[in-house]
């Protein structure tokens, strides 16, 4: 008896695909490709906020006493810290130096020092508000150019 003409809608599987393409694997590439996409631009979008941030808080500091100094003194070293990391370490004529030279606005000899010496000079002593401001100025500029 033949029964090979019984078998004829008998055949082999169509080949299966290494990584089946569902919808949710489709859209899970689609954002990762736009995401991956989006990367500089959200990058440039973080450091512009660090930025903003940086000069709004030393624009708010209004008062000229030694505590604000100290403020300034520590946002620019936060800074440092982000760009510069041998920098942090800087204090006194070294740090006055790399400050001057990282920035486009160029501080006198003698607020620099009352900057450099603010977080070691004692809380009672009176600060000009010409002196303040053209620290405060300094910062504002330091801030602009590096961040």
């Known amino acids: 008896?033949?029964?090979?003409?019984?078998?004829?809608d008998i055949h082999l599987p169509e080949p299966?695909?290494?990584?089946?393409?569902?919808?949710?694997?489709?859209i899970f590439l689609i954002f990762l490709t736009l995401f991956i996409l989006c990367l500089p631009f959200l990058k440039k979008l973080y450091l512009k906020s660090k930025k903003m941030y940086a000069l709004?808080?030393?624009?708010?500091?209004?008062?000229?006493?030694i505590q604000n100094l100290c403020l300034i003194s520590e946002m620019l070293r936060?800074?440092?810290?982000l760009k510069y990391q041998s920098a942090?370490?800087?204090?006194?004529?070294?740090w006055a130096a790399f400050l001057n030279q990282k920035s486009a606005l160029k501080l006198p000899k003698n607020q620099m020092d009352l900057f450099i010496n603010a977080p070691y000079a004692p809380?009672?002593?009176?600060?000009?508000?010409s002196d303040f401001e053209a620290v405060?100025?300094?910062a504002v500029s330091?801030?602009?150019?590096n961040l």
């Open 1 to 8: 008896m033949d029964n090979l003409p019984l078998l004829k």
């Open 16 to 26: 299966v695909i290494r990584f089946p393409l569902g919808y949710g694997v489709i």
């Open 56 to 65: 709004n808080f030393i624009r708010n500091l209004n008062e000229p006493n």
């Open 78 to 81: 936060r800074i440092c810290k």
């Open 88 to 94: 942090v370490s800087l204090y006194g004529q070294n």
């Open 123 to 129: 809380q009672k002593i009176e600060i000009s508000k």
């Open 136 to 138: 405060q100025n300094f």
């Open 142 to 145: 330091f801030v602009e150019k």
